[in-house]
């Protein structure tokens, strides 16, 4: 059964403090996988995409990165306003309609 | 440029009532996406439209579940008759193209459904 999982479920970090988001997943047929980024009472935010192993995006304090079995969002001497939920999700080719949620890890960042 | 917008952010309804929310994509957005977060739990698929075509609705959880979308453009998803099972957040998305790991799907603020 295809899988994706995160960890930690809950991170709690002094601003400036850097630190690792980790997806793992086990699926059969990986064509993208995705960060989102989630407020509170609203909907995901679009992060990035990510094809293939060893490749690597970035945006402002963000970087993600992709292997072979999981994905990591590395947060650089985050803010507070960094603090939300970060979901990973997956697109595999057996489906070209839906992308496979994981349960995401809440980020608070403390001033 | 307006986002994707769904109505109503909250409903409370009782067992056994009917509830219907809606969705408005971006405009020019042919693509259309239901998901729902259930508590607890992660955000799961539900279907997906083409224009006004159903061309995926795997993760529809029963017959009590109907997504319609008029003329390709807004889409509503009724319940009916609600269980409490139902409760949850319901997300709409919207993207420009299906079927592309470089698709970038544009979500809703979600309604928040409480079936009592």
């Known amino acids: 059964e295809d899988q994706v999982t995160q960890s930690p479920e809950a991170l709690r970090l002094q601003e400036g403090e850097s630190s690792s988001l980790n997806c793992s997943y086990t699926v059969s047929g990986l064509r993208g996988l995705f960060w989102y980024r989630q407020d509170p009472g609203k909907g995901p935010e679009f992060l990035f995409t990510?094809?293939?192993a060893g490749e690597e995006k970035e945006k402002e304090r963000l970087k993600a990165t992709l292997t072979k079995k999981e994905s990591f969002l590395h947060i650089t001497a985050p803010k507070p306003e960094d603090s939300a939920t970060y979901l990973c999700a997956v697109h595999l080719y057996s489906s070209a309609s839906k992308i496979i949620f994981g349960s995401g890890t809440r980020l608070s960042i403390r001033p | 440029e307006a986002g994707v917008t769904q109505f109503p952010s909250h409903s409370v309804i009782e067992k056994g009532q009917t509830v219907t929310l809606r969705c408005d994509p971006i405009s020019g957005h042919d693509n259309l996406y239901w998901y729902r977060r259930v508590m607890g739990k992660e955000i799961k698929f539900l279907l997906h439209?083409?224009?006004?075509?159903?061309?995926?609705e795997s993760g529809m959880p029963n017959n009590r579940f109907l997504a319609e979308r008029t003329g390709g453009t807004y889409s509503t998803l009724k319940v009916q008759p609600a269980e409490l099972e139902d409760s949850g957040v319901y997300f709409c998305?919207?993207?420009?193209?299906?079927?592309?790991?470089?698709?970038?799907?544009?979500f809703g603020s979600g309604t928040q459904l409480s079936v009592l």
């Open positions: 998305a919207s993207s420009l193209r299906s079927g592309d790991a470089n698709e970038k799907l544009f």
């Open positions: 439209f083409v224009k006004e075509s159903k061309q995926d």
């Open positions: 990510l094809y293939s």
